[in-house]
């Protein structure tokens, strides 16, 4: 499976075989055409230039950011609960950890949002948990609370202050929330909610125990 995602001037191209977590990476820097996409009629059969960044089927690599020709990647590299990486692909040797491997939480997703802000999910002791880090340094900014269930997608852009989160659990099928995240402490609000005729989730609690043996 390939798939191809255009990043202003660069184009990133990610080459998978089988449904295992691991990819190739290979880029191309659209200002180094010298007669741009038109000169690609021009000789070359329509095909870019691509550069390979990462040219073994060894990890995952997702891409999260780019500022330039660095860019940030969500891997398993070393890490199979997944951490954040970067690397300047002018010095493809480059690598360097933004967010390091969790000892106990796995690394779910990250989502770039409001410029240099990190909205990332790690699922711990089998609870989701929220929080929104710096995506320059990978610093914890703050813990954004949730119930307990199950974070099924994050959505949101680098030029945006909101993100939506789409949640679902024992006592809801599921909401979307709204978080602006330009605010000192960002908080969720509910944007969309399926309902159930006859049944009011807040007249419920769900907690998790932990049982000892």
């Not at 990250?110 to 909205?119: E, I, M, N, S, Y």
């Not at 679902?168 to 909610?193: H, K, Q, W």
Request: with cysteine; aromatic share 10%.
């Amino acid at each position: 499976m390939t798939s191809v995602v255009p990043l202003w001037q660069y184009v990133i191209l990610s080459v998978s075989e089988t449904s295992d977590p691991v990819n190739k990476l290979y880029y191309c820097d659209l200002s180094a055409l010298a007669h741009g996409l038109e000169g690609l009629k021009q000789g070359t059969h329509g095909v870019l230039p691509f550069v390979k960044l990462v040219d073994r089927f060894e990890a995952h690599y997702g891409l999260i950011a780019n500022d330039g020709t660095e860019f940030t990647f969500l891997t398993n590299k070393d890490a199979p609960r997944y951490k954040l990486s970067r690397v300047d692909v002018d010095e493809p040797g480059s690598w360097a950890d933004v967010l390091p491997e969790d000892e106990k939480a796995v690394l779910e997703s990250a989502c770039a949002v409001h410029g240099d802000k990190l909205l990332v999910n790690y699922l711990s002791d089998v609870k989701y948990v929220l929080q929104m880090r710096s995506l320059v340094t990978g610093e914890l900014l703050h813990d954004i609370p949730i119930d307990i269930g199950t974070v099924n997608g994050i959505s949101g852009r680098r030029v945006d202050s909101e993100v939506f989160v789409e949640f679902a659990s024992f006592l809801t099928p599921g909401i979307i929330y709204r978080c602006d995240v330009s605010t000192e402490v960002p908080e969720m609000n509910v944007y969309r909610e399926i309902s159930v005729p006859g049944f009011d989730r807040n007249e419920f609690e769900a907690k998790q125990v932990t049982l000892l043996t």
